[in-house]
């Protein structure tokens, strides 16, 4: 069993034991646990391990042997509740990147809804990571992740509807964390 969960090696440990299999979705993976370990700074310095852990694990809800809902933030998220994860790193991975925006999509609102969200640097931060990573790991300003996945679900699917509505709310995000991260706190 992995080191603690919150923790980047425990999570690590985690998500390596369950997302290699999946290929680019396990570069992805890897690089944007890189992705948020640079952006830490945006966050304070007691909650950093707990960005990359979160980023190690946003994901692993697209694991075949977790799916129950097929939405992979809430699969994961019940994922790391069942491994009695601390409660806040189960809310990141259920709200990371705007998934209430394709939970809408899904008719799976109230199902997240016991998962509280945080709007916070270090949700910010998770996003901008995720958002500025494709998906075989490559590095993507915002806008040209959009339109990678834009182009990648086919218009009128859940994921499209969903990104395409969720856009100005990740967008801020992606800006705040930049913001901070600014040596001028601009």
């Known amino acids: 069993m992995p080191s603690s969960l919150d923790t980047p090696r425990g999570a690590a440990e985690l998500a390596e034991s369950l997302l290699p299999p999946l290929g680019n979705r396990w570069l992805h993976t890897q690089a944007v646990a890189e992705r948020a370990r640079e952006a830490s700074p945006a966050v304070p310095e007691d909650e950093r391990d707990l960005l990359v852990a979160s980023a190690w694990l946003h994901d692993i809800g697209y694991a075949p ?24 790193l189960v809310c990141l991975v259920a709200h990371h990147s705007g998934a209430v925006y394709e939970a ?83």
């Open 104 to 186: 809408e999509q899904r008719g799976l609102v109230a199902e997240l809804k016991p998962y509280e969200r945080e709007d916070t640097p270090i949700l910010d931060a998770l996003i901008f990571a995720d958002m500025t990573t494709g998906p075989a790991g490559e590095r993507f300003d915002f806008d040209r992740r959009m339109d990678e996945i834009l182009v990648r679900y086919e218009r009128g699917s859940e994921v499209h509807n969903a990104i395409s509505n969720a856009r100005p709310y990740l967008g801020a995000a992606v800006q705040r964390t930049l913001d901070r991260l600014s040596p001028h706190g601009e």
């Open 65 to 88: 042997e977790l799916r129950e809902t097929g939405f992979h933030p809430l699969d994961g998220a019940r994922y790391l509740e069942s491994l009695n994860a601390p409660r806040r």
